[in-house]
């Protein structure tokens, strides 16, 4: 009589949790710290100079802690430039300019200057400020904004951007200083509004963070004209100078 095999049912091909699953076993065991059969002493054998028994771990425990050694000193500069040699699909002035820009913000983030995480939006101005390869590809249409990330960063983009109103009181006192100042040509009255101390082709734009921000007109256009000053009136000293 013929033998009956019984159906069994069709392989299933390994999709990807049971590729991830056969991939952590092989890990569990390696760290898995619990004892097995043989485990202390092949991991002896693995540990030159290792004492098969191991340290009790009351013993090693009780140890008074180690203090870590003081952190190398860093660099007097950045790291040189990388050279990334050409490969298909990948841009080598690309990657060069991220291992440079990672390399400048590791070294600040280790002096312990804060190191933001920017959106989009002003984080493409901070890469055009910082590589002029990069402000050369995206192109001319953020000039204005890279001259105010080099005058101010952050604060200077968004005193370029963002009108906002402060006290009226602020703004009242700078006009004062502005028209009364002591030394120089005294300014006109100029026109206020919001944030803005305007007269003739020179500006002052005060930021949320307490510093007015020089200006100057061209071609139209208000463009950043140097470092943001506590004091309105050594602002527009620059403009005049």
Known sequence: MPRVR????????????????????????AADPRPGPGRPARL???RPGARAGGDPAAAAFARPPVELPDPPPLP?????AVSVPPAPGVDPA????????????????????PVPDYPLWPDTVRWAAAHPAAHARIGSGVDRAVAAWRAAGDEGLDVLEHPWSPPATTMAHARDALVHQEEGV???PGAVWRNRWTSGAHQLRYSREGRWHPYREREGQWWPAGPAQRDPVAALQLLQS
């Open 44 to 46: 002896a054998a693995q």
């Open 94 to 113: 690309v990657v060069e300019m991220l291992v440079a820009d990672a390399a400048a913000r590791a070294r600040a983030a280790l002096l312990g200057d």
């Open 76 to 80: 007097d500069s950045p790291p040189a």
């Open 186 to 188: 005294a300014a006109e």
């Open 6 to 29: 019984a159906a069994l049912p069709p392989r299933r091909r390994a999709g990807l949790p049971d590729l991830l699953a056969a991939r952590r076993r092989p890990v569990r065991a």
